[in-house]
């Protein structure tokens, strides 16, 4: 998001330079930089010990396709306890430990992705009311039900991991 006017006062912001971050939204009331400010979230590949990962479907973002755990950081939440609550919240698993994997920008949305793998171990799902559909399925089929891998995308990024390292003996 750019800042027009100040969200504190709502006077109109005027460009100032700030340092090697060139010209800033400023607000000489507040005596205030605004720098743009954009949503950040977590998405979460989570695989149990029968090398199954956890797929869900959200009929707001498709009626065909699946993806990972995802959902926004909340103020004062660190993306790792973001992770486990999202897995937990949206699913009622338990996630025993996360690697972050990347962080990537999503530009159609302005968001910046965390990407982590998760381990649980397998158990029965409690879908919340914002989930449609989640379930286990083999890693070696799950593209079948994906959203398609594509370069730009997260989900892929942690896709193509994890299979990678599964092929290597790694996970």
């Avoid at 000489?28 to 954009?38: A, G, I, K, L, V």
Wanted: aromatic residues 14%; contains cysteine; charged residues 30%.
């Amino acid at each position: 998001m750019h800042y027009i006017y100040c969200p504190k006062c709502g006077e109109k912001l005027t460009e100032r330079p700030a340092g090697d971050d060139g010209m800033v939204p400023y607000c000489e009331s507040c005596q205030r930089y605004w720098f743009d400010c954009f949503d950040s979230c977590i998405i979460a590949l989570v695989y149990n010990e029968y090398d199954e990962i956890l797929l869900e479907r959200q009929s707001y973002l498709s009626s065909q396709y699946m993806t990972f755990v995802s959902g926004y950081i909340t103020p004062g939440e660190s993306a790792e306890e973001c992770t486990y609550r999202e897995i937990k919240e949206e699913t009622g698993i338990e996630a025993e430990k996360l690697e972050l994997i990347c962080t990537e920008w999503f530009a159609r949305r302005e968001q910046l992705m965390h990407g982590f793998i998760a381990f649980a171990r397998k158990a029965d799902i409690t879908c919340s009311k914002e989930i449609d559909e989640a379930r286990w399925i083999n890693y070696r089929e799950a593209q079948q039900y994906m959203f398609p891998i594509t370069n730009k995308s997260t989900l892929s990024t942690l896709y193509q991991r994890f299979c990678k390292e599964k092929e290597e003996g790694l996970r």
